[in-house]
């Protein structure tokens, strides 16, 4: 056990997760996921929140395998290794709102970070701005981080407690596997656009369960790699980041998936500013919270109700998003079809920074 300790936490280790995560979501979407979006935890879950019926865009409605395996991979892998500790109480409001938020500024860019270095790896330069804005966020954050920003310290809790959003996932597994029909016409599932079109759910399920336990072993994480190459010079998670890209491109080629250019891109769109702007609001967003939306599906299933609590707020703001017209579309170029979009951004980013610099403490903060 301990030497499988010391690998995944060694650089070989995660650049192996690396190139495994960036491998087993290329082939996602070769079994049938949307094109450029093997895995998208910020689109996975607003197809969720479309098929509970918190959001009525038909396209997007499906109860995504793949986020439920994440927390299912992640509990299993701390429970062996004894790393599952039920802790919560750390600002619950303020991470439920940088959730929300979060989820704002992905759908405004149409996809969280790993699905931006899908695009990337499949081809989409729309997704380099995106990348940028991402790192632009996290750096701010990280200048919160360096004047005292935290959020304070979780409590120990009850293990039940931490169990909550792995049986919430659990019953969203069993309304997957049964499709109850209900008189409400919940829970919906797309009968086109990109809700339609997914892999074998029980191939998904495994996909992710693996893809769970081995990152939740290397604390694997986007946001994570962007802030330590800021903040220390320490270059780890990002090696690992920099795999996934390389092994979804390979995996692309062999595949011929790749597809290069920035008109046309599947569930995309070329307004640059709104693509950096977007990505912006969900790094600084992200940086706040401790990680990014990966990150916190895994730390919620080892018992992190903090990071629970972020993932509902998620949910939540992707319902807003689609209920009031913020989530990007594929034809934003005119200014008429942005929506609310640009102001739920600066809404966002303005409470971000409020919060970045109010929320002082000399408590140690939140890994």
């Known amino acids: 056990m301990e030497r499988v300790n010391r690998f995944f936490q060694s650089r ?15 082939t996602l979407q070769k ?20 098929s509970l019926g918190l959001h009525r865009a038909a396209p997007v409605q499906y109860i995504r395998p793949e986020i439920i395996g994440f927390v299912f991979g992640a509990m299993i892998a701390a429970l062996i290794f004894g790393e599952y500790r039920a802790r919560a109480g750390s ?10 938020f979060a989820m704002v500024g992905a759908l405004v860019f149409l996809g969280c970070p790993w699905r931006a270095l899908l695009r990337l790896a499949g081809g989409d330069g729309n997704a380099i701005l995106a990348l940028v804005g991402l790192a632009c966020g996290v750096g701010i954050g990280v200048l919160f981080i ?55 759910y029980l191939v998904a399920l495994g996909i992710a369960v693996v893809i769970g336990f081995i990152a939740q072993r290397t604390r694997f994480c986007t946001m994570g790699a962007i802030r330590d190459v800021i903040l220390m010079r320490d270059f780890h998670l990002m090696s690992g980041v920099v795999a996934l890209l390389a092994g979804a491109f390979i ?16 569930v995309a769109h070329t307004n640059q500013l709104l693509n950096f702007g977007g990505m912006l609001l969900a790094g600084l967003s992200f940086a706040l919270a401790g990680g990014c939306p990966g990150r916190q599906l895994f730390l919620s ?21 689609h209920n009031f017209g913020t989530a990007g579309t594929p034809y934003p170029n005119n200014p008429a079809n942005w929506g609310w979009g640009p102001a739920a951004v600066l809404v966002g980013l303005v409470f971000c920074v409020v919060i970045g610099l109010t929320m002082r403490s000399t408590a140690t903060a939140k890994a």
């Not at 079994?31 to 479309?50: H, Q, S, T, W, Y």
């Open 146 to 200: 360096k004047r005292g920003y935290n959020l304070g310290r979780s409590q120990k809790g009850s293990p039940v407690a931490g169990a909550v959003l792995p049986l919430i996932m659990l019953g969203l597994l069993l309304l997957l596997i049964v499709k109850p029909v209900l008189s409400t016409g919940a829970p919906f599932f797309s009968t086109e656009g990109p809700g339609s079109q997914h892999a074998n």
């Open 12 to 26: 070989w280790g995660i650049i192996l997760v690396g190139l495994c995560i960036g491998a087993l979501a290329s």
């Open 301 to 321: 299933g080892e018992g992190d109700g903090d990071a629970a609590v972020f993932v509902l707020g998620m949910i939540v703001g992707a319902a807003f998003a």
């Open 91 to 100: 600002a619950p409001v303020i991470r439920f709102m940088l959730g929300f």
């Open 31 to 50: 079994l049938g996921n949307p094109k450029n979006m093997g895995i998208c935890v910020a689109c996975f879950e607003r197809d969720i929140a479309g």
């Open 251 to 266: 995996m692309n080629l062999i595949y011929g998936q790749a597809h290069w250019g920035f008109a046309g891109q599947p």
